[in-house]
T-cell receptor, first 112, second 116 residues
Framework: QKEVEQDPGPLSVPEGAIVSLNCTYSNSAFQYFMWYRQYSRKGPELLMYTYSSGNKEDGRFTAQVDKSSKYISLFIRDSQPSDSATYLCAMRSYNQGGKLIFGQGTELSVKP | GAVVSQHPSWVICKSGTSVKIECRSLDFQATTMFWYRQFPKQSLMLMATSNEGSKATYEQGVEKDKFLINHASLTLSTLTVTSAHPEDSSFYIC????????????FGDGTRLSIL
């Protein structure tokens, strides 16, 4: 079993839709949770960064962490064609020296 | 703007050539940087942890003699793919984050390596 599970998709939605992306994990030591967006042939770009459980909102993006269920989510409101990319969840524990564990990535396509 | 710069962005070379990729942290000093490899439609695979002033730590299965890492300064780490062969063709990405903090890693834009 992988430490972090993420549905690879692809996920296709119409413009304006609310997108929900999710990851589950098995290591209860994970405390830092990140969502990265990666466009084709580019490096991952940090979207959201959350410590421990709770919600965080930034513009059209909302990140949720439920440590009791070992489940994290990223919501994208009013999705745009420019949101079409691969979304990677990543996480790490306090003492891993910055070493990240990634999900497989979900490929999202927002159709105009 | 970018906080981690990676160069070159694309390399095409003949089999047997050694290729050097640079990763620079622009806004902070990074005692640790990370090198990843990514195949099409797959996630990032950690290759090694680059430590300033000391030897890199390689992940299981990664050949340290094939992928040489040098972290000679607090803002620069290099990955050299030695005697590259077509199977080394991939997308290589580095990341760095401020030391001694809980801030997240930032990634370079990646280097697309094509070995003919």
């Amino acid at each position: 079993q992988k430490e972090v599970e993420q549905d690879p998709g692809p996920l296709s939605v119409p413009e304006g839709a609310i997108v929900s992306l999710n990851c589950t994990y098995s290591n209860s030591a994970f405390q830092y949770f990140m969502w990265y967006r990666q466009y084709s042939r580019k490096g991952p770009e940090l979207l959201m960064y959350t410590y421990s459980s709770g919600n965080k909102e930034d513009g059209r993006f909302t990140a949720q962490v439920d440590k009791s269920s070992k489940y994290i989510s990223l919501f994208i409101r009013d999705s745009q064609p420019s949101d079409s990319a691969t979304y990677l969840c990543a996480m790490r524990s306090y003492n891993q020296g910055g070493k990240l564990i990634f999900g497989q990535g979900t490929e999202l396509s927002v159709k105009p | 703007g970018a906080v981690v710069s990676q160069h070159p962005s694309w390399v095409i070379c003949k089999s047997g050539t050694s290729v050097k990729i640079e990763c620079r942290s622009l806004d902070f000093q990074a005692t640790t940087m990370f090198w990843y490899r990514q195949f099409p439609k797959q996630s990032l695979m950690l290759m090694a942890t680059s430590n300033e002033g000391s030897k890199a730590t390689y992940e299981q299965g990664v050949e340290k003699d094939k992928f040489l890492i040098n972290h000679a300064s607090l803002t620069l780490s290099t990955l050299t793919v030695t005697s590259a062969h077509p199977e080394d063709s991939s997308f290589y990405i580095c990341s760095a984050g401020p030391p001694n903090s809980n801030q997240p890693q930032h990634f370079g834009d990646g280097t697309r390596l094509s070995i003919l």
